[in-house]
Protein backbone atom coordinates (compact mmCIF):
# COMPACT_ATOMS: atom_id res chain seq x y z
CA UNK A 1 0.00 0.00 0.00
CA UNK A 2 1.59 3.41 -0.94
CA UNK A 3 2.15 5.74 2.09
CA UNK A 4 -0.44 8.03 1.11
CA UNK A 5 -3.15 5.99 1.22
CA UNK A 6 -1.82 4.11 4.15
CA UNK A 7 -2.20 7.90 6.17
CA UNK A 8 -5.54 8.20 4.59
CA UNK A 9 -6.46 4.79 5.85
CA UNK A 10 -5.66 5.26 9.62
CA UNK A 11 -7.85 8.67 9.26
CA UNK A 12 -10.41 6.85 8.14
CA UNK A 13 -9.80 4.29 10.85
CA UNK A 14 -10.05 7.15 13.27
CA UNK A 15 -13.11 8.08 11.48
CA UNK A 16 -14.89 4.81 11.88
CA UNK A 17 -14.47 2.95 8.49
CA UNK A 18 -14.42 0.16 7.61
CA UNK A 19 -17.23 -0.61 11.21
CA UNK A 20 -19.97 0.99 9.43
CA UNK A 21 -20.94 1.98 6.00
CA UNK A 22 -19.83 5.54 5.35
CA UNK A 23 -20.54 8.40 2.76
CA UNK A 24 -18.26 10.90 1.46
CA UNK A 25 -18.87 13.87 -0.45
CA UNK A 26 -15.45 14.47 -1.78
CA UNK A 27 -14.51 18.16 -2.93
CA UNK A 28 -11.99 17.81 -5.57
CA UNK A 29 -10.74 21.13 -7.34
CA UNK A 30 -9.03 19.09 -10.24
CA UNK A 31 -5.87 20.01 -8.94
CA UNK A 32 -3.29 17.09 -7.28
CA UNK A 33 -4.21 17.36 -3.79
CA UNK A 34 -7.62 16.81 -4.60
CA UNK A 35 -7.25 14.42 -7.41
CA UNK A 36 -4.88 12.52 -4.82
CA UNK A 37 -7.11 12.56 -2.29
CA UNK A 38 -10.24 11.46 -4.62
CA UNK A 39 -8.06 8.07 -6.28
CA UNK A 40 -6.69 7.18 -2.82
CA UNK A 41 -10.15 7.15 -1.29
CA UNK A 42 -11.27 5.28 -4.18
CA UNK A 43 -8.31 2.71 -3.62
CA UNK A 44 -9.04 2.34 -0.26
CA UNK A 45 -12.94 1.16 -0.96
CA UNK A 46 -12.81 -2.45 -0.45
CA UNK A 47 -11.07 -2.24 2.89
CA UNK A 48 -13.57 1.04 4.34
CA UNK A 49 -16.93 0.38 2.26
CA UNK A 50 -17.12 3.93 1.26
CA UNK A 51 -19.80 5.69 -0.79
CA UNK A 52 -18.46 8.65 -2.01
CA UNK A 53 -19.99 11.41 -4.41
CA UNK A 54 -17.74 13.81 -6.08
CA UNK A 55 -18.41 17.32 -5.57
CA UNK A 56 -16.83 20.40 -7.60
CA UNK A 57 -17.55 24.14 -7.25
CA UNK A 58 -17.10 27.51 -10.19
CA UNK A 59 -16.22 30.39 -8.43
CA UNK A 60 -17.04 31.91 -11.32
CA UNK A 61 -13.55 34.34 -11.54
CA UNK A 62 -11.12 32.96 -13.61
CA UNK A 63 -13.43 32.36 -17.14
CA UNK A 64 -13.21 29.69 -19.19
CA UNK A 65 -10.46 27.76 -17.16
CA UNK A 66 -12.58 27.56 -14.37
CA UNK A 67 -15.22 25.23 -17.10
CA UNK A 68 -12.71 23.06 -18.30
CA UNK A 69 -11.65 22.46 -14.63
CA UNK A 70 -15.53 21.55 -14.05
CA UNK A 71 -15.73 19.63 -17.31
CA UNK A 72 -12.31 17.59 -16.25
CA UNK A 73 -13.65 16.93 -12.57
CA UNK A 74 -17.26 15.38 -13.84
CA UNK A 75 -15.11 13.49 -16.47
CA UNK A 76 -12.76 12.02 -13.65
CA UNK A 77 -15.92 11.42 -11.84
CA UNK A 78 -17.49 9.28 -14.42
CA UNK A 79 -13.99 7.29 -15.17
CA UNK A 80 -14.14 6.15 -11.97
CA UNK A 81 -17.58 5.52 -12.15
CA UNK A 82 -18.76 8.27 -9.43
CA UNK A 83 -21.58 10.58 -9.13
CA UNK A 84 -20.41 13.83 -8.95
CA UNK A 85 -22.22 17.36 -8.72
CA UNK A 86 -20.76 20.60 -10.39
CA UNK A 87 -22.11 24.13 -9.13
CA UNK A 88 -21.78 27.47 -9.98
CA UNK A 89 -21.25 30.08 -7.26
CA UNK A 90 -20.53 34.26 -7.43
CA UNK A 91 -18.36 35.04 -4.15
CA UNK A 92 -18.04 38.38 -5.02
CA UNK A 93 -21.75 38.94 -5.26
CA UNK A 94 -22.05 37.21 -1.81
CA UNK A 95 -19.30 39.14 -0.40
CA UNK A 96 -21.07 42.49 -1.07
CA UNK A 97 -24.60 41.00 -0.10
CA UNK A 98 -23.57 39.93 3.33
CA UNK A 99 -20.83 42.44 3.69
CA UNK A 100 -17.81 40.02 4.48
CA UNK A 101 -14.67 41.56 4.60
CA UNK A 102 -12.50 39.81 2.12
CA UNK A 103 -13.13 37.55 -1.13
CA UNK A 104 -11.18 34.56 -0.06
CA UNK A 105 -13.06 34.70 3.19
CA UNK A 106 -16.45 34.78 1.07
CA UNK A 107 -15.20 32.17 -1.54
CA UNK A 108 -14.52 29.93 1.29
CA UNK A 109 -18.42 29.92 2.50
CA UNK A 110 -19.80 29.95 -0.74
CA UNK A 111 -17.98 26.89 -1.68
CA UNK A 112 -18.64 25.10 2.17
CA UNK A 113 -22.10 25.96 1.58
CA UNK A 114 -22.58 24.02 -1.84
CA UNK A 115 -20.53 21.32 -0.17
CA UNK A 116 -23.33 21.13 1.99
CA UNK A 117 -25.80 21.44 0.29
CA UNK A 118 -24.63 18.45 -1.74
CA UNK A 119 -23.88 16.62 1.50
CA UNK A 120 -27.47 17.25 2.30
CA UNK A 121 -29.29 16.22 -1.34
CA UNK A 122 -27.14 13.02 -1.37
CA UNK A 123 -27.26 11.87 2.17
CA UNK A 124 -23.56 11.54 2.64
CA UNK A 125 -23.17 13.48 5.95
CA UNK A 126 -19.40 13.85 6.05
CA UNK A 127 -17.52 16.10 3.48
CA UNK A 128 -13.82 15.19 2.57
CA UNK A 129 -11.43 18.35 1.90
CA UNK A 130 -7.85 17.73 0.68
CA UNK A 131 -6.05 19.90 2.79
CA UNK A 132 -2.14 19.03 3.60
CA UNK A 133 0.17 19.89 6.56
CA UNK A 134 1.43 22.50 3.92
CA UNK A 135 -1.94 24.18 3.95
CA UNK A 136 -2.17 23.68 7.79
CA UNK A 137 0.96 25.40 8.11
CA UNK A 138 -0.15 28.47 5.97
CA UNK A 139 -3.39 28.59 8.07
CA UNK A 140 -1.20 28.30 11.61
CA UNK A 141 1.05 31.42 10.26
CA UNK A 142 -1.96 33.04 9.07
CA UNK A 143 -3.43 33.19 12.88
CA UNK A 144 -0.31 33.84 14.38
CA UNK A 145 -0.11 37.22 12.25
CA UNK A 146 -4.08 38.13 13.25
CA UNK A 147 -3.08 37.10 16.85
CA UNK A 148 -4.82 34.34 17.86
CA UNK A 149 -5.54 32.42 20.94
CA UNK A 150 -4.62 28.47 21.23
CA UNK A 151 -7.92 27.21 19.72
CA UNK A 152 -6.86 29.33 16.62
CA UNK A 153 -3.54 28.14 16.67
CA UNK A 154 -4.62 24.70 16.05
CA UNK A 155 -5.15 25.83 12.37
CA UNK A 156 -7.22 22.87 10.93
CA UNK A 157 -8.05 20.01 12.65
CA UNK A 158 -9.14 16.53 11.31
CA UNK A 159 -12.46 16.88 12.29
CA UNK A 160 -14.78 19.51 12.60
CA UNK A 161 -17.80 21.67 11.97
CA UNK A 162 -18.55 23.75 9.60
CA UNK A 163 -21.95 26.51 10.06
CA UNK A 164 -22.93 28.92 7.87
CA UNK A 165 -22.94 32.55 9.00
CA UNK A 166 -25.79 33.19 10.16
CA UNK A 167 -25.68 29.64 12.40
CA UNK A 168 -28.57 27.98 10.89
CA UNK A 169 -26.93 25.27 8.74
CA UNK A 170 -23.66 23.08 9.79
CA UNK A 171 -21.74 20.64 8.04
CA UNK A 172 -19.35 18.01 8.81
CA UNK A 173 -15.61 18.48 7.39
CA UNK A 174 -13.33 15.55 7.33
CA UNK A 175 -9.21 16.50 6.52
CA UNK A 176 -7.70 13.12 6.09
CA UNK A 177 -4.53 14.63 4.45
CA UNK A 178 -3.39 16.77 7.20
CA UNK A 179 -0.45 14.23 7.78
CA UNK A 180 0.66 14.46 4.05
CA UNK A 181 3.05 17.28 2.52
CA UNK A 182 1.89 18.62 -0.99
CA UNK A 183 5.09 17.49 -2.17
CA UNK A 184 4.05 13.72 -1.24
CA UNK A 185 0.79 14.36 -2.74
CA UNK A 186 2.35 15.60 -6.39
CA UNK A 187 4.36 12.54 -5.97
CA UNK A 188 1.28 10.26 -5.72
CA UNK A 189 -0.16 11.73 -8.52
CA UNK A 190 2.97 10.98 -10.89
CA UNK A 191 3.62 7.79 -9.77
CA UNK A 192 -0.47 6.60 -10.05
CA UNK A 193 0.06 8.78 -13.83
CA UNK A 194 -3.21 10.63 -12.10
CA UNK A 195 -4.02 13.54 -14.55
CA UNK A 196 -4.16 17.17 -12.76
CA UNK A 197 -5.55 20.69 -13.65
CA UNK A 198 -3.56 23.72 -11.99
CA UNK A 199 -5.54 26.39 -10.65
CA UNK A 200 -3.94 29.74 -11.73
CA UNK A 201 -5.77 31.65 -8.76
CA UNK A 202 -3.28 30.15 -6.91
CA UNK A 203 -0.72 32.50 -7.80
CA UNK A 204 -2.97 35.69 -7.53
CA UNK A 205 -0.53 37.99 -5.08
CA UNK A 206 -3.90 39.55 -3.93
CA UNK A 207 -4.75 36.75 -1.74
CA UNK A 208 -3.11 36.32 1.64
CA UNK A 209 -2.78 32.67 1.16
CA UNK A 210 -1.21 33.10 -1.84
CA UNK A 211 1.26 35.96 -0.82
CA UNK A 212 2.27 34.00 2.39
CA UNK A 213 2.62 30.85 0.41
CA UNK A 214 4.70 32.43 -2.32
CA UNK A 215 6.62 35.25 -0.45
CA UNK A 216 6.43 35.06 3.04
CA UNK A 217 7.08 31.02 3.52
CA UNK A 218 10.79 31.56 1.24
CA UNK A 219 11.70 34.15 3.62
CA UNK A 220 10.88 32.13 6.84
CA UNK A 221 12.55 29.40 5.39
CA UNK A 222 16.19 31.10 5.20
CA UNK A 223 15.72 31.18 9.29
CA UNK A 224 14.60 28.05 9.55
CA UNK A 225 14.48 25.83 6.83
CA UNK A 226 11.56 23.15 8.42
CA UNK A 227 9.69 26.31 9.15
CA UNK A 228 6.46 23.90 7.69
CA UNK A 229 7.20 21.04 10.05
CA UNK A 230 7.91 23.83 13.08
CA UNK A 231 4.36 25.55 12.76
CA UNK A 232 2.46 21.56 12.33
CA UNK A 233 4.28 20.88 15.26
CA UNK A 234 2.69 23.76 17.16
CA UNK A 235 -0.58 23.41 15.51
CA UNK A 236 -0.44 19.30 17.51
CA UNK A 237 0.26 20.87 20.86
CA UNK A 238 -2.01 23.70 20.40
CA UNK A 239 -4.94 20.74 19.27
CA UNK A 240 -3.84 19.11 22.86
CA UNK A 241 -4.18 22.01 24.94
CA UNK A 242 -7.43 23.62 23.07
CA UNK A 243 -8.78 20.09 23.50
CA UNK A 244 -7.96 19.60 27.60
CA UNK A 245 -9.51 23.13 27.52
CA UNK A 246 -12.68 22.77 26.17
CA UNK A 247 -13.02 19.85 28.63
CA UNK A 248 -12.64 22.62 31.65
CA UNK A 249 -15.00 24.88 29.49
CA UNK A 250 -17.25 22.23 29.47
CA UNK A 251 -17.45 21.75 33.44
CA UNK A 252 -17.20 25.18 34.04
CA UNK A 253 -20.05 26.29 31.50
CA UNK A 254 -22.27 23.81 33.18
CA UNK A 255 -21.66 25.51 36.30
CA UNK A 256 -22.06 29.08 35.79
CA UNK A 257 -24.61 29.29 32.77
CA UNK A 258 -28.11 28.63 31.71
CA UNK A 259 -30.72 29.56 29.15
CA UNK A 260 -33.71 31.74 29.92
CA UNK A 261 -36.42 32.77 27.46
CA UNK A 262 -33.95 32.49 24.57
CA UNK A 263 -31.23 34.76 26.69
CA UNK A 264 -27.77 32.78 27.57
CA UNK A 265 -27.26 33.45 30.91
CA UNK A 266 -24.26 33.49 32.80
CA UNK A 267 -24.23 33.71 36.84
CA UNK A 268 -21.80 36.57 37.83
CA UNK A 269 -20.34 35.23 41.26
CA UNK A 270 -19.44 31.71 40.01
CA UNK A 271 -18.12 33.39 36.44
CA UNK A 272 -15.89 35.94 38.73
CA UNK A 273 -14.20 32.97 40.64
CA UNK A 274 -12.87 31.34 37.32
CA UNK A 275 -9.63 31.90 36.31
CA UNK A 276 -9.45 34.72 33.84
CA UNK A 277 -8.81 32.56 31.15
CA UNK A 278 -11.51 30.61 31.56
CA UNK A 279 -13.73 33.64 32.20
CA UNK A 280 -12.87 34.25 28.76
CA UNK A 281 -13.63 31.01 27.18
CA UNK A 282 -16.62 30.91 28.68
CA UNK A 283 -17.76 34.74 27.25
CA UNK A 284 -17.00 33.21 23.97
CA UNK A 285 -19.00 30.00 24.54
CA UNK A 286 -21.52 32.25 25.30
CA UNK A 287 -21.50 34.24 22.11
CA UNK A 288 -21.60 31.13 20.01
CA UNK A 289 -24.06 29.39 22.03
CA UNK A 290 -26.31 33.15 21.14
CA UNK A 291 -25.16 33.49 17.74
CA UNK A 292 -24.37 29.88 16.31
CA UNK A 293 -21.00 30.60 15.57
CA UNK A 294 -18.21 32.47 16.76
CA UNK A 295 -17.62 34.33 13.78
CA UNK A 296 -17.00 37.84 14.03
CA UNK A 297 -15.94 37.64 17.78
CA UNK A 298 -12.82 39.63 17.70
CA UNK A 299 -10.31 40.37 20.91
CA UNK A 300 -12.11 43.95 21.27
CA UNK A 301 -15.10 42.01 21.92
CA UNK A 302 -14.19 39.58 24.60
CA UNK A 303 -12.59 42.11 26.42
CA UNK A 304 -15.64 44.25 26.14
CA UNK A 305 -17.49 41.63 28.14
CA UNK A 306 -14.76 40.53 30.31
CA UNK A 307 -15.03 44.55 31.46
CA UNK A 308 -18.21 43.94 31.87
CA UNK A 309 -18.17 41.28 33.88
CA UNK A 310 -15.88 43.06 36.45
CA UNK A 311 -18.66 45.97 36.20
CA UNK A 312 -19.89 47.42 39.72
CA UNK A 313 -22.83 48.65 38.08
CA UNK A 314 -25.67 47.79 35.76
CA UNK A 315 -24.46 48.16 31.95
CA UNK A 316 -25.30 46.95 28.46
CA UNK A 317 -22.35 46.66 25.72
CA UNK A 318 -22.93 45.75 21.43
CA UNK A 319 -21.59 42.80 20.16
CA UNK A 320 -21.90 41.62 16.44
CA UNK A 321 -24.50 40.29 14.82
CA UNK A 322 -27.18 42.60 16.80
CA UNK A 323 -26.00 40.72 20.01
CA UNK A 324 -25.96 42.67 23.25
CA UNK A 325 -24.70 41.63 26.66
CA UNK A 326 -26.46 43.14 29.76
CA UNK A 327 -24.85 43.21 33.64
CA UNK A 328 -27.73 42.70 35.36
CA UNK A 329 -28.01 41.78 39.24
CA UNK A 330 -25.98 38.91 39.34
CA UNK A 331 -26.29 37.92 35.73
CA UNK A 332 -24.57 38.40 32.38
CA UNK A 333 -27.40 38.40 30.03
CA UNK A 334 -26.45 37.46 26.24
CA UNK A 335 -29.02 37.94 23.14
CA UNK A 336 -30.79 40.09 20.81
CA UNK A 337 -32.87 42.27 22.92
CA UNK A 338 -31.34 41.55 26.59
CA UNK A 339 -32.51 44.85 27.86
CA UNK A 340 -35.94 44.01 27.59
CA UNK A 341 -35.70 41.91 30.45
CA UNK A 342 -35.13 44.91 32.82
CA UNK A 343 -33.36 43.90 36.29
CA UNK A 344 -35.73 46.42 38.10
CA UNK A 345 -39.16 45.64 39.22
CA UNK A 346 -41.61 48.23 39.36
CA UNK A 347 -41.97 50.22 42.47
CA UNK A 348 -44.64 52.71 42.72
CA UNK A 349 -44.69 55.26 45.75
CA UNK A 350 -42.44 56.01 48.27
CA UNK A 351 -41.01 53.06 50.54
CA UNK A 352 -39.06 53.96 54.34
CA UNK A 353 -36.29 51.88 54.90
CA UNK A 354 -36.11 50.20 58.34
CA UNK A 355 -32.44 51.23 59.77
CA UNK A 356 -30.40 49.22 62.06
CA UNK A 357 -30.85 48.92 65.76
CA UNK A 358 -27.33 47.89 67.55
CA UNK A 359 -26.13 44.99 65.77
CA UNK A 360 -29.17 43.55 64.15
CA UNK A 361 -29.24 44.36 60.62
CA UNK A 362 -33.26 45.88 59.44
CA UNK A 363 -34.80 44.05 56.65
CA UNK A 364 -37.22 46.06 54.48
CA UNK A 365 -39.17 44.65 52.37
CA UNK A 366 -40.63 46.74 48.91
CA UNK A 367 -42.30 45.59 45.63
CA UNK A 368 -40.12 43.27 43.95
CA UNK A 369 -37.05 43.90 46.26
CA UNK A 370 -35.68 42.86 49.43
CA UNK A 371 -33.33 45.72 51.38
CA UNK A 372 -31.08 44.55 53.86
CA UNK A 373 -29.49 47.93 55.76
CA UNK A 374 -26.79 46.96 58.16
CA UNK A 375 -24.57 48.83 60.65
CA UNK A 376 -20.47 48.35 59.68
CA UNK A 377 -17.59 48.69 61.16
CA UNK A 378 -15.44 51.58 59.81
CA UNK A 379 -12.23 50.35 57.58
CA UNK A 380 -13.81 47.61 55.75
CA UNK A 381 -13.12 47.07 52.54
CA UNK A 382 -16.27 48.22 50.14
CA UNK A 383 -17.38 45.25 47.87
CA UNK A 384 -17.54 46.44 43.70
CA UNK A 385 -21.04 45.20 43.22
CA UNK A 386 -24.04 47.22 41.60
CA UNK A 387 -26.59 46.39 44.12
CA UNK A 388 -25.07 47.04 46.95
CA UNK A 389 -23.17 50.35 48.96
CA UNK A 390 -21.94 51.36 52.17
CA UNK A 391 -22.68 54.80 52.78
CA UNK A 392 -22.17 57.42 55.51
CA UNK A 393 -24.38 57.15 58.19
CA UNK A 394 -23.66 60.28 59.91
CA UNK A 395 -23.72 62.30 56.07
CA UNK A 396 -27.74 61.00 55.88
CA UNK A 397 -29.88 63.03 57.30
CA UNK A 398 -32.82 61.84 59.29
CA UNK A 399 -34.39 58.02 57.28
CA UNK A 400 -33.83 56.67 54.21
CA UNK A 401 -36.44 55.62 51.77
CA UNK A 402 -36.87 54.01 48.42
CA UNK A 403 -38.61 55.55 45.07
CA UNK A 404 -38.10 56.42 41.60
CA UNK A 405 -36.89 59.10 39.87
CA UNK A 406 -39.57 62.55 39.89
CA UNK A 407 -39.15 66.00 37.77
CA UNK A 408 -36.17 67.70 39.25
CA UNK A 409 -34.13 65.68 40.57
CA UNK A 410 -30.57 66.06 40.57
CA UNK A 411 -27.65 63.87 41.65
CA UNK A 412 -24.15 64.01 42.54
CA UNK A 413 -22.18 61.04 41.27
CA UNK A 414 -19.64 59.30 42.96
CA UNK A 415 -16.37 60.91 42.30
CA UNK A 416 -18.28 64.57 40.85
CA UNK A 417 -17.87 67.95 42.00
CA UNK A 418 -21.50 68.90 41.76
CA UNK A 419 -24.44 67.95 41.19
CA UNK A 420 -26.40 67.26 37.75
CA UNK A 421 -29.80 66.78 36.46
CA UNK A 422 -30.27 63.02 37.01
CA UNK A 423 -31.78 62.34 33.97
CA UNK A 424 -28.64 63.50 32.42
CA UNK A 425 -26.66 60.66 34.49
CA UNK A 426 -29.11 58.03 33.46
CA UNK A 427 -27.89 59.53 29.87
CA UNK A 428 -24.21 59.00 30.37
CA UNK A 429 -24.55 55.55 31.71
CA UNK A 430 -26.65 54.46 28.94
CA UNK A 431 -29.39 53.32 31.16
CA UNK A 432 -32.27 52.28 28.55
CA UNK A 433 -35.15 54.71 28.67
CA UNK A 434 -37.75 52.28 30.03
CA UNK A 435 -35.90 51.44 32.59
CA UNK A 436 -35.31 54.45 34.13
CA UNK A 437 -38.49 55.00 35.36
CA UNK A 438 -37.90 52.11 37.54
CA UNK A 439 -34.43 52.07 38.73
CA UNK A 440 -34.63 52.75 42.56
CA UNK A 441 -33.06 55.38 43.96
CA UNK A 442 -32.03 55.70 48.17
CA UNK A 443 -32.94 59.17 49.05
CA UNK A 444 -32.60 61.09 52.21
CA UNK A 445 -33.17 64.81 53.69
CA UNK A 446 -30.11 65.75 51.97
CA UNK A 447 -30.60 64.18 48.38
CA UNK A 448 -30.35 60.86 46.75
CA UNK A 449 -27.98 59.17 48.63
CA UNK A 450 -28.04 55.75 46.27
CA UNK A 451 -29.04 55.16 42.54
CA UNK A 452 -29.01 51.47 42.58
CA UNK A 453 -27.62 49.64 40.58
CA UNK A 454 -25.44 52.48 39.30
CA UNK A 455 -23.15 54.78 41.84
CA UNK A 456 -23.61 56.65 45.04
CA UNK A 457 -23.64 59.74 46.01
CA UNK A 458 -20.38 61.64 46.39
CA UNK A 459 -21.43 63.52 49.81
CA UNK A 460 -22.55 60.20 50.99
CA UNK A 461 -19.67 57.96 50.76
CA UNK A 462 -17.52 56.52 53.34
CA UNK A 463 -14.73 58.46 54.62
CA UNK A 464 -11.52 57.93 56.31
CA UNK A 465 -12.59 59.60 59.45
CA UNK A 466 -16.16 57.98 58.77
CA UNK A 467 -17.56 57.18 62.32
CA UNK A 468 -20.54 55.23 61.14
CA UNK A 469 -21.25 53.23 57.94
CA UNK A 470 -24.56 51.79 56.58
CA UNK A 471 -24.16 48.84 54.32
CA UNK A 472 -27.84 48.81 51.79
CA UNK A 473 -28.47 45.61 49.94
CA UNK A 474 -31.14 44.96 47.58
CA UNK A 475 -31.86 41.61 46.50
CA UNK A 476 -34.52 39.84 44.86
CA UNK A 477 -37.81 39.56 46.83
CA UNK A 478 -37.69 35.91 46.56
CA UNK A 479 -33.91 35.81 47.55
CA UNK A 480 -32.88 33.93 51.00
CA UNK A 481 -29.64 36.23 51.14
CA UNK A 482 -29.78 38.25 54.77
CA UNK A 483 -27.22 40.97 55.58
Not at 376 to 398: K, Q, T, V, Y
Request: proline share 6%; with cysteine.
Amino acid sequence: MHHLEAQLLASLQRLGCPSRNTGMVVAVSGGPDSMALLHALVALRKQTNLNIHVAHLDHDFRGDEAEVDARFVAQAATCLGLPSTIGKADPAAYQKENGVSSFEEAAREVRYSFLREVSEETGLGIIALGHTSDDLAETVLMRIMRGSGTRGLRGMVELSKWRSRDGDKQATLFRPMLGVSKEEALGYCAEKNISCRRDTGNVMMRFTRNRVRHNLFPALEEYNPNIKGALVRLSRIASLEADYLEQELAEAWSSVAGVENGEVVLYVPSLQALHPLMQRLVLARAYEEASGSRRRLGEAHILAMVRMLGRASVGITNLPKGLRLLRSYDSLIMGKDPEAACPFPEITGSHPLDLPVADTPAVTHIPGWKVVVAEEPAGRPIPNEPFEAHLDALAIAGGLEVRVRRPGDRFQPLGADGARKLQDFYVDEKVPRHWRDRVPLVVSDAGIAWVVGYRPAQWARVRQDSARVYRLRFDPANSDIMG
